[in-house]
């Protein structure tokens, strides 16, 4: 660690000071400026780290250049912490001094990695940091010391609708548990932690030629997935996420760990695969996987002058695809009258000639403008997503997306959703291609019940009335909706998420396994009042 | 007919939020000569400016490189003076100082600002202006004293210096922002889009920037007249004859051009600023 003097020091000094290891700038208020300094050495050297202390015109342009020093330089740009200027971070009504596991609060250097999600910026108070069950209890018992505040459950960061993260509250990360083990060979069972990103998984389970679908992306971690659905590149060939699941530990919202499967606590298993975030902290998850060998990946770009045509095409070939084959379709608005379309794929198969055979189809929706289509690993597929190290998540503002499924692609729907594209409200459009394995499971065996659609539909947008207010008119083609993919928070959106039996009987879960509620920031179920048969005859 | 004779620059104006380093990087590959940044830190979305203007110099190596324009009220000018001189010594005279009042006032002081009526905000940035060019002047020894309305500056050492004449560009549109380009600046730097009455109020501006300059002793043609286009429509092909119409008869010598589109960047070096250079050289020849 070499200490540099700004009032003296030329140029060529620091740069070569700079290259030859980690450095730091000492200000004397002469000379160059620290900050553009350390931005400048950080961005002509790769590895090295560059202490600083300097000053900003305001506590939040200090927070913005803090928050731009970490993205741009990894966090190269090491700045000299000020124990009080931490201590002033801190937000109201959290009990710092009582705080029972490992945690990061704002003040600490490795917070701010930690404060975001992939789509949302956040501020919480306090990320507690629970290793083990029993930790995760003492966080929940901190957790209703603080009612008052909110509460997010984070595993991976990584979901679309921003409930891992909040302003001013608690967030319990569990990415520090991401233990990944086989429990029977023969069986092809497995045991993850929720904190495991589905990349890990993949690699894991790839040498035992085995895969468990998750979503499209291996970035995204195990638990808010596992306990929402998992509708991914390999679940028309091999069924939802948490169809495999077998059994589930989590700890309860009073600290009491518990194991649900089909033959323990199965009212509660049947609620954790799809309503997991409203019932508890799962701890850890046992799948039975997939005999998956290579599997065909592909990519196409399309052009078409005339979206609704191709939707419907797209719908069409869907319709008839065979379950080994999932393709998704994603687009933006039409620019000058045409839109591109890309196209993203599996098919479960090392055949080349089934590969092709599988695709040609899709390929003839719109005009094919580029195609990469490869004979590959599945843990390859995930592996193209980006490690998030310890710079973490960084999201910012909050992300405005919709989700629905569709019954039926039908004309109608066409002709919706490229109005829909039209207006300029959405940016981001995806259908997520159902159907094939997801249909072989009966809608009652699970909290998660839309077994039949066709396509799940996520919009995202940058006005959230805008967006709601284009996408609620094509409401009459919905039928249901993935919770993890909507930011959507009026009510009603939890009825879209439930068909009311379903929505009935979680609520009366919810007041067997939550009765307090501490549960209540993703999609809420609220406990239900008890229902007591005989009331009546007492009151006659 | 207006045309102050400057060679023409061509440049980018870029979102100062992720995939901004990479559009910086192409336009330095394509050769053109300015990359630019909008500097709106309210806006959650965005980096800080000049952290990234810092960044991007240092990850580029023949592009100038300027703020689009930096927000003075959430900057304050003696520590501007310090940074700018210090990234123009680093950069090898690679950095402009785009600057301008600050337009979104309770933006501005949510991010710990002070709140300034518009009149009172042009007012702050002559003193500003005044401070700056005071600190980087090292060729007289004494020390910098400002008793201003906005800003003090009491007895302040002076430098470091830059390495090259740090232009001051400032975006203005009303009265009394151009008048003060004419006076103090040594460049404009507005928005087609927001320029009242789009190119047609181009001559009105001009002429307000070159009576404020005459009236400060100065060549009107000391300040350059740059402008940013939010968006061109049609392929860059297509926008050469109206550039140098720009030049040739509105004096425009610096075209910026916004979209975050790296193709783009590489069609305006490669396609419409020789294009536009030839033209106008011909032209002025004639």
């Given at each position: 660690m070499t200490s540099l003097d700004l009032a003296l020091a030329s140029p060529e000094e620091l740069v070569a000071a700079a290259r030859d290891g980690d450095v730091v700038l000492r200000d004397s208020g002469e000379g160059l400026d620290p900050l553009t300094t350390a931005v400048w050495l950080a961005g002509r050297t790769s590895g090295t780290k560059i202490g600083v202390s300097f000053e900003a015109s305001s506590d939040a342009m200090r927070e913005k250049t803090l928050d731009s020093l970490e993205t741009l330089t990894g966090g190269r740009v090491v700045v000299d912490a000020d124990p009080a200027a931490a201590r002033a971070l801190r937000r109201d009504g959290i009990d710092y001094d009582g705080v029972p596991v490992p945690a990061l609060e704002p003040g600490d250097r490795s917070f701010r990695g930690r404060r975001s999600t992939y789509l949302r910026g956040g501020s919480p108070g306090l990320v507690l940091q629970p290793r083990t069950p029993s930790e995760v209890a003492a966080a929940l018992e901190f957790a209703r010391r603080h009612r008052h505040l909110p509460l997010g459950l984070r595993s991976g960061g990584h979901g679309i609708s921003g409930r891992s993260t909040n302003d001013g509250g608690l967030v319990i990360d569990v990415s520090g548990m991401n233990t990944i083990e086989v429990l029977d060979p023969s069986a092809r069972l497995v045991r993850v932690g929720p904190g495991a990103t589905w990349k890990q998984v993949a690699v894991s389970l790839d040498k035992y030629d085995w895969a468990l679908g998750s979503g499209d992306y291996g970035g995204v971690g195990v638990g808010g997935l596992a306990t929402a659905g998992g509708i991914g590149l390999l679940s028309r060939a091999h069924g939802l996420t948490i169809d495999h699941l077998r059994a589930v530990e989590l700890v309860l919202a009073d600290g009491t760990p518990v194991r649900a499967s089909a033959t323990e606590n199965p009212d509660l298993f049947w609620a954790m695969r799809g309503a997991g975030a409203n019932f508890g902290v799962a701890t850890a998850f046992e799948f039975e996987v997939d005999e998956v060998r290579e599997v065909g990946w592909a990519k196409l770009v399309l052009v078409s002058a005339d979206l609704e045509e191709s939707l419907k095409q797209y719908g069409a070939v869907a319709r008839n695809a065979p379950r080994d084959t999932t393709v998704f379709l994603v687009t933006g608005p039409p620019r000058q009258g045409q839109s591109v379309i890309q196209l993203y794929g599996m098919v479960d198969s090392d055949d080349p000639d089934v590969v092709i055979s599988r695709l040609t189809p899709f390929a003839s929706i719109g005009m094919l403008a580029q195609q990469q289509v490869v004979i590959t690993r599945y843990a390859d597929v995930m592996g193209e997503a980006a490690d998030v190290g310890p710079e973490g998540q960084h999201g910012r503002g909050e992300p405005v997306a919709r989700s629905a499924f569709v019954p039926v692609l039908t004309d109608a729907f066409a002709r919706d959703a490229a109005r829909l594209l039209r207006s300029g409200q959405v940016y981001y459009f995806q259908l997520r291609h159902m159907g094939g394995a997801i249909t072989?499971?009966?809608?009652?065996?699970?909290?998660?019940?839309?077994?039949?659609?066709e396509m799940s539909v996520a919009a995202m947008g940058g006005d959230r009335q805008g967006l709601d207010s284009q996408f609620d008119r094509l409401a009459a083609h919905f039928d249901g909706l993935y919770l993890s993919f909507d930011t959507d928070l009026r009510p009603e959106r939890v009825a879209d998420a439930f068909p009311p039996p379903v929505l009935a009987r979680l609520r009366s879960l919810k007041h067997r396994y939550d009765p307090t509620n501490l549960?209540?920031?993703?999609f809420n179920i609220t406990p239900s009042t008890p229902f007591t048969p005989f009331a009546t005859e007492e009151n006659s | 007919m207006t045309d102050y004779g400057h060679d023409l620059l061509f440049g980018t104006f870029v979102t100062p939020a992720p995939g901004a380093v990479e559009l910086a990087q192409t336009a330095d590959r394509a050769g053109l000569d300015l990359v630019t940044f909008q500097d709106?830190?309210?806006?959650?979305?965005?980096?800080d400016t000049w952290t990234l203007l810092s960044y991007v110099a240092a990850q580029t190596s023949r592009i100038r490189v300027s703020g689009n324009v930096l927000n003075l009220p959430l900057r304050p000018p003696a520590p501007l003076a310090r940074a700018a001189a210090s990234l123009d010594i680093l950069s090898g005279g690679r950095f402009e100082l785009g600057i301008g009042a600050g337009g979104f006032q309770d933006a501005i002081a949510a991010m710990g600002g002070r709140k300034l009526t518009p009149a009172q905000s042009v007012d702050a940035l002559a003193e500003g202006i005044a401070i700056i060019r005071d600190l980087w002047d090292t060729d007289t020894r004494s020390r910098v004293n400002h008793d201003g309305t906005y800003y003090n500056v009491v007895g302040a050492k002076r430098?470091?210096?830059?390495?090259?004449d740090i232009a001051v560009w400032v975006g203005a549109y009303k009265p009394k922002m151009l008048a003060l380009t004419g006076a103090l600046g040594d460049g404009w730097l507005p928005t087609m889009e927001y320029v009242p009455g789009g190119p047609a109020g181009l001559p009105d501006a001009n002429a307000r920037i070159d009576e404020a300059a005459l009236s400060a002793g100065r060549d009107p043609a000391a300040v350059r007249r740059l402008m940013n286009f939010m968006r061109m429509d049609g392929?860059?092909?297509?926008w050469i004859d109206h550039f140098a119409d720009l030049a040739l008869n509105h004096g425009i010598s610096a075209f910026i051009i916004g979209g975050d589109d790296h193709a783009m960047a590489e069609a305006l070096a490669a396609e419409v600023a020789p294009a536009v250079r030839e033209l106008v050289k011909r032209e002025r020849g004639a």
């Open positions: 072989d499971v009966d809608p009652g065996e699970m909290a998660f019940s839309y077994r039949t659609p549960f209540r920031d993703n | 709106h830190p309210y806006q959650p979305a965005f980096y430098g470091p210096a830059p390495a090259h392929p860059p092909s297509s």
